[in-house]
């Protein structure tokens, strides 16, 4: 008793008892020594939110606390420990085809916010972060790329396919999007066993993009990306692991910006491209870059050097939504540094960028050992899955400023000649086009340029997914046999397949060229050329003449144009007022 009294009448030393009387009724509820709460603060961070992407969230933060909490005592680190904290995100699954998807990427700047809140106000000098779905993750490693603390991130994890009791054919999210125009017995079927557990969706959709990315990039130890969020390890093996890397990384003075290097940008998008990941990294890796003080286009690399490494670099992978399997399949086989190993060894990666685990790229790769590719789940480099990289970009009248991308890994038909030439068919709005397609899906022609606008970062306002259409396009063009093609100032899931090109900027909602197309203009994607172009707007009297038009409606209408939709919220406003373009990361700017 004497002990603990002398102990306690040395806790109130900073002349702030309400500060201190906090701290420590924390310390002590949460089982830690009291005596450390003017110490430096680590803690753990978590992404939740209203679907199975975040039901696997909680044990882990709870399981990486208590990891931290043990070593902290084991070693007698001077290091207060403080309660988690969490950020709330959305599900892009269930949000795809309404109007709450706008919500989406305003999420990962919600994300941003939150974390930014949590470590500045706690002034935290380390923290251990369990990232879910795809938008939080990058949010997340944004504000701590900006605040700049020792951090390491720990993925939640892939949901596990399902199947389907019927045909025996494997399930997921985009499996159900695609058969949206089915009987509602096949509907009903595919929703009761497409998603069976917990976890962010399996395929190389923008989730697994995201966290090959930044785990490639550094910032997460390689070989916990591809196991199940169910996988035993996240709970009992990797929270200790996650501890020795931010242990590792304050006793060397390692910083997020020391990892996150324009090398370590340039491996990240070359892993994910090998894999065909998701058009969303060309958003995320700008926005990340940002935070940690990089100009992505300037400084890692130019859009020709993009195209150029495209254009270059074969798929490795046999992965949904191109291919047949989930990343639960990729870990079965060895994981995520089977892929870098490979990589690595065809010259591709630079192995010398540091990582979260002390260790360099290559030394990480090393000390994992993992297998040569298996030839079907993970394809050597000389024999892969396709021979071309997954992305392209892509510039013309319809995207003066490039950045309008194309995924070529999921494009099924329609290139001849390394090119697509369309009819446009004009839609104003999302939903409109949906309406299309669940009512007279007969009016789309084959040849057809769907042509969605006024959904970009400003017009939408928040730039949302096109799931929901691009896979009742693709369903449509699988059953009558044809080509029907999109493009969109928005973005889309990266479990979108088809010849659909997103990202075109300017948007509609600022006059660029895709609000002036006009149904039945000739438009051509030139794959040759990296081109996207009208061929109306060639004519400058005629682009003239169509602006002038755009530009008298908007006037009449309060400086918007009609088509632009009304908004209410505070994010929606901040949004459409702050928005940078597609190209810049899409993201609100920060004054």
Same mark, same amino acid.
Request: one cysteine or more; proline letters at 6%; hydrophobic letters at 40%.
């Given at each position: 008793?004497?002990?603990?009294?002398?102990?306690?009448?040395?806790?109130?030393?900073?002349?702030?008892?309400?500060?201190?009387?906090?701290?420590?009724?924390?310390?002590?509820?949460?089982?830690?020594?009291?005596?450390? @709460? %003017?110490?430096? $603060?680590?803690? +753990?961070?978590?992404?939740?939110? !209203?679907?199975?992407?975040?039901?696997? &969230?909680? #044990?882990?933060?709870?399981?990486?606390?208590?990891?931290?909490?043990?070593?902290?005592?084991?070693?007698?680190?001077?290091?207060?420990?403080?309660?988690?904290?969490?950020?709330?995100?959305?599900?892009?699954?269930?949000?795809?085809?309404?109007?709450?998807?706008?919500?989406?990427?305003?999420?990962?700047?919600?994300?941003?916010?939150?974390?930014?809140?949590?470590?500045?106000?706690?002034?935290?000098?380390?923290?251990?972060?369990?990232?879910?779905?795809?938008?939080?993750?990058?949010?997340?490693?944004?504000?701590?790329?900006?605040?700049?603390?020792?951090?390491?991130?720990?993925?939640?994890?892939? @949901? %596990?396919?399902? $199947?389907?009791? +019927?045909?025996?054919?494997?399930? !997921?999210?985009?499996?159900?999007?695609? &058969?949206? #125009?089915?009987?509602?017995?096949?509907?009903?079927?595919?929703?009761?066993?497409?998603?069976?557990?917990?976890?962010?969706?399996?395929?190389?959709?923008?989730?697994?993009?995201?966290?090959?990315?930044?785990?490639?990039?550094?910032?997460?130890?390689?070989?916990?990306?591809?196991?199940?969020?169910?996988?035993?390890?996240?709970?009992?093996?990797?929270?200790?692991?996650?501890?020795?890397?931010?242990?590792?990384?304050?006793?060397?003075?390692?910083?997020?910006?020391?990892?996150?290097?324009?090398?370590?940008?340039?491996?990240?998008?070359?892993?994910?491209?090998?894999?065909?990941?998701?058009?969303?990294?060309?958003?995320?890796?700008?926005?990340?870059?940002?935070?940690?003080?990089?100009?992505?286009?300037?400084?890692?690399?130019?859009?020709?050097?993009?195209?150029?490494?495209?254009?270059?670099?074969?798929?490795?992978?046999?992965?949904?939504?191109?291919?047949?399997?989930?990343?639960?399949?990729?870990?079965?086989?060895?994981?995520?540094?089977?892929?870098?190993?490979?990589?690595?060894?065809?010259?591709?990666?630079?192995?010398?960028?540091?990582?979260?685990?002390?260790?360099?790229?290559?030394?990480?790769?090393?000390?994992?050992?993992?297998?040569?590719?298996?030839?079907?789940?993970?394809?050597?480099?000389?024999?892969?899955?396709?021979?071309?990289?997954?992305?392209?970009?892509?510039?013309?009248?319809?995207?003066?400023?490039?950045?309008?991308?194309?995924?070529?890994?999921?494009?099924?038909?329609?290139?001849?000649?390394?090119?697509?030439?369309?009819?446009?068919?004009?839609?104003?709005?999302?939903?409109?086009?949906?309406?299309?397609?669940?009512?007279?899906?007969?009016?789309?022609?084959?040849?057809?340029?769907?042509?969605?606008?006024?959904?970009?970062?400003?017009?939408?306002?928040?730039?949302?997914?096109?799931?929901?259409?691009?896979?009742?396009?693709?369903?449509?063009?699988?059953?009558?046999?044809?080509?029907?093609?999109?493009?969109?100032?928005?973005?889309?899931?990266?479990?979108?397949?088809?010849?659909?090109?997103?990202?075109?900027?300017?948007?509609?909602?600022?006059?660029?060229?895709?609000?002036?197309?006009?149904?039945?203009?000739?438009?051509?994607?030139?794959?040759?050329?990296?081109?996207?172009?009208?061929?109306?707007?060639?004519?400058?009297?005629?682009?003239?003449?169509?602006?002038?038009?755009?530009?008298?409606?908007?006037?009449?209408?309060?400086?918007?144009?009609?088509?632009?939709?009304?908004?209410?919220?505070?994010?929606?406003?901040?949004?459409?007022?702050?928005?940078?373009?597609?190209?810049?990361?899409?993201?609100?700017?920060?004054?």
């Amino acid at each position: 008793m004497a002990e603990g009294q002398a102990r306690e009448t040395h806790v109130f030393v900073s002349g702030n008892p309400g500060r201190d009387v906090q701290r420590v009724g924390t310390a002590r509820w949460l089982g830690e020594d009291p005596t450390l @709460i %003017h110490e430096p $603060v680590w803690g +753990v961070l978590g992404n939740l939110g !209203d679907s199975q992407c975040y039901l696997g &969230v909680r #044990s882990k933060v709870d399981a990486v606390h208590q990891a931290m909490s043990a070593r902290v005592a084991r070693d007698g680190l001077p290091i207060r420990l403080i309660a988690p904290g969490f950020t709330l995100a959305v599900s892009d699954g269930q949000l795809n085809g309404t109007a709450q998807m706008r919500y989406s990427l305003i999420g990962r700047e919600a994300v941003n916010d939150a974390t930014e809140l949590h470590l500045r106000a706690s002034d935290m000098a380390g923290v251990i972060a369990v990232v879910a779905c795809d938008k939080p993750p990058v949010g997340t490693l944004a504000a701590i790329l900006d605040f700049n603390v020792p951090a390491v991130l720990l993925s939640d994890g892939s @949901i %596990h396919p399902g $199947v389907d009791p +019927v045909t025996n054919e494997r399930l !997921d999210i985009v499996a159900a999007f695609q &058969v949206a #125009s089915a009987d509602d017995e096949t509907r009903t079927r595919t929703a009761l066993h497409a998603c069976p557990g917990q976890g962010s969706c399996g395929g190389m959709f923008t989730y697994n993009t995201m966290q090959t990315f930044i785990a490639v990039l550094g910032m997460e130890p390689l070989h916990m990306v591809a196991p199940a969020s169910e996988d035993p390890r996240r709970l009992e093996q990797f929270p200790a692991e996650l501890v020795d890397c931010l242990v590792t990384m304050h006793n060397i003075g390692l910083r997020p910006r020391d990892i996150v290097t324009p090398a370590a940008l340039r491996n990240a998008v070359t892993v994910t491209m090998a894999m065909g990941g998701s058009t969303n990294v060309a958003l995320h890796a700008v926005e990340l870059a940002r935070s940690a003080g990089l100009d992505f286009w300037g400084q890692v690399m130019s859009q020709e050097e993009f195209n150029d490494l495209s254009s270059r670099l074969p798929v490795l992978v046999n992965m949904r939504p191109f291919g047949a399997y989930s990343m639960v399949d990729v870990e079965d086989v060895g994981g995520l540094p089977v892929i870098v190993a490979e990589l690595l060894r065809g010259g591709w990666l630079d192995g010398s960028t540091r990582t979260c685990t002390g260790e360099t790229l290559a030394e990480q790769v090393a000390r994992l050992a993992p297998p040569a590719p298996d030839g079907e789940v993970v394809h050597p480099l000389a024999a892969p899955f396709k021979s071309t990289g997954g992305l392209r970009l892509l510039h013309g009248n319809l995207a003066p400023d490039g950045g309008a991308i194309l995924k070529l890994a999921g494009v099924e038909r329609g290139i001849v000649n390394g090119q697509f030439i369309g009819r446009a068919r004009v839609f104003d709005s999302e939903q409109s086009l949906i309406d299309t397609l669940a009512d007279r899906p007969e009016v789309i022609s084959d040849g057809d340029m769907i042509v969605i606008r006024y959904v970009g970062p400003r017009g939408a306002p928040g730039m949302p997914e096109m799931l929901d259409p691009t896979s009742r396009i693709t369903a449509l063009c699988r059953q009558r046999d044809i080509t029907v093609a999109l493009m969109t100032d928005g973005r889309f899931s990266g479990g979108s397949v088809g010849l659909v090109i997103g990202h075109i900027s300017p948007e509609a909602y600022l006059a660029g060229p895709i609000a002036l197309v006009e149904d039945g203009d000739t438009i051509t994607v030139d794959l040759e050329g990296n081109r996207l172009d009208c061929a109306e707007l060639a004519d400058p009297p005629t682009a003239q003449q169509r602006l002038a038009s755009w530009q008298t409606a908007a006037t009449a209408n309060g400086g918007a144009h009609p088509h632009v939709v009304a908004i209410e919220g505070r994010l929606l406003r901040r949004m459409r007022s702050t928005a940078r373009s597609a190209l810049d990361g899409g993201g609100m700017q920060d004054s």
